[in-house]
């Protein structure tokens, strides 16, 4: 178990990158990412770094969950869209910015162990499904904000077309090898427009369910 001198050195250092949002800072401390970490990491669980977890994927770095949630410009009238549910730790930090978070996710044990994780917080406005992603959640379009937490080759059309005008995807779209840009796209009546953050590295977005657990 992390002491909270941990979690508030990283508040600082999330604040030193950039992180300006309150709302954003405060969801951050609110959130224990220890819950969200495999048990033999526990001591970096507060560490500003990405870490594994099962299925071979992985829990992203603080700073970066802090900056697409920055972008992302929630206020607790939006229904929000997560791609790649991994730990579940992106979608607590949205549950407490936004009205709704619809969150999917291609392994069953990585959908599993989150949805418990909500539920030991209590976090009743998270629904969580199994699902290939780059499909989006067409029953439940649209949605005020998409965010993608693996990294795609493109920006899926159809993500696209799930997003209400005047909403925002924020999405990290490969830009060489090993290499993405993280991607801020804003829907308008006239179309999109595109707004390049910085680059990063994402595990991949595949598509189909996963056939393993
Ligand atoms: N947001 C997560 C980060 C997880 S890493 C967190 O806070 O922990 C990205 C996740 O996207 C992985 O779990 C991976 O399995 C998932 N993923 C990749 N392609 C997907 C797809 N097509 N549909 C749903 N999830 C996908």
């Keep these: 178990m992390a002491d909270d001198s941990q979690k508030i050195s990283l508040i600082m250092?999330?604040?030193?990158?950039?992180?300006?949002?309150?709302?954003?800072?405060g969801a951050m401390e609110r959130?224990?990412?220890d819950l969200f970490v495999p048990e033999a990491f526990q001591d970096h669980a507060?560490?500003?770094n990405a870490l594994p977890i099962d299925c071979g994927q992985t829990i992203?770095?603080?700073?970066?969950?802090a900056l697409m949630t920055q972008a992302l410009d929630l206020n607790d009238r939006c229904k929000v869209l997560e791609i790649g549910t991994g730990s579940g730790y992106q979608a607590a930090i949205l549950s407490h910015l936004?009205?709704?978070?619809y969150t999917i996710e291609r392994y069953r044990t990585l959908h599993a162990q989150?949805?418990?994780?909500?539920?030991t917080l209590g976090l009743t406005n998270v629904t969580a499904m199994?699902?290939?992603?780059?499909?989006g959640w067409p029953d439940q379009a649209p949605f005020d904000r998409i965010i993608v937490t693996a990294a795609a080759p493109d920006i899926p059309?159809?993500?696209?077309?799930?997003?209400?005008?005047?909403g925002k995807l924020v999405i990290p779209v490969d830009n060489g090898p090993d290499v993405q840009e993280l991607v801020t796209i804003s829907r308008h009546d006239e179309g999109v427009e595109r707004r390049d953050l910085i680059p990063v590295r994402f595990v991949p977005l595949v598509e189909g369910v996963a056939k393993e657990l």
């Excluded at 992203?60 to 969950?65: A, K, L, R, T």
């Excluded at 989150?114 to 539920?119: G, I, P």
């Excluded at 199994?130 to 499909?135: E, F, L, S, Y």
Aim: glycine share 8%; aromatic share 6%; proline share 6%.
């Design 98 to 101: 936004s009205r709704r978070v």
């Design 60 to 65: 992203s770095q603080p700073y970066i969950v």
């Design 13 to 25: 250092a999330l604040r030193r990158q950039g992180i300006h949002d309150p709302n954003v800072l």
């Design 31 to 33: 959130v224990p990412r």
């Design 130 to 135: 199994v699902g290939d992603g780059t499909k």
């Design 157 to 166: 059309e159809n993500l696209i077309q799930q997003l209400k005008i005047g």
């Design 114 to 119: 989150a949805q418990e994780r909500f539920h």
């Design 46 to 48: 507060y560490d500003n």
